[in-house]
């Protein structure tokens, strides 16, 4: 079973930063895939970025140039560095990670960008 945790939400303003963390916890050997998913009211969960154990990384659109996503495996955590960010980025940010190929979810923390 694997635990995650975020940290770093919050309230930014347009243009503004923020770094997002995930640490896993629990009795595995190797995390696969981690990544971060967003879901804003009313919408969809979508995909924000992914990264695989070896490090390649892989960016939706709507987040390309702006956002980066990191994970130190000795550590088990994930992070994924905004900048620019934008109204449109406000949304409950959600860690995974694929543990023997299964997909665990973290809380949630809040992004809200004010305008």
């Known amino acids: 079973q694997v635990q995650l945790v975020e940290s770093g939400g919050g309230l930014v303003q347009t243009g503004g930063s923020l770094r997002l963390s995930c640490a896993a916890s629990g009795r595995f050997f190797t995390i696969n895939g981690m990544g971060w998913y967003r879901q804003a009211p009313g919408k969809q969960r979508e995909l924000v970025a992914s990264?695989?154990?070896?490090?390649?990384?892989n960016y939706e659109h709507y987040v390309k140039g702006r956002f980066t996503i990191s994970r130190d495996n000795a550590k088990k955590t994930v992070d994924l560095q905004m900048n620019s960010l934008k109204p449109e980025d406000t949304a409950v940010y959600y860690c995974y990670a694929f543990v023997n190929g299964r997909q665990s979810w973290g809380q949630g923390t809040q992004i809200t960008v004010s305008s």
């Open positions: 990264i695989s154990v070896s490090g390649v990384t």
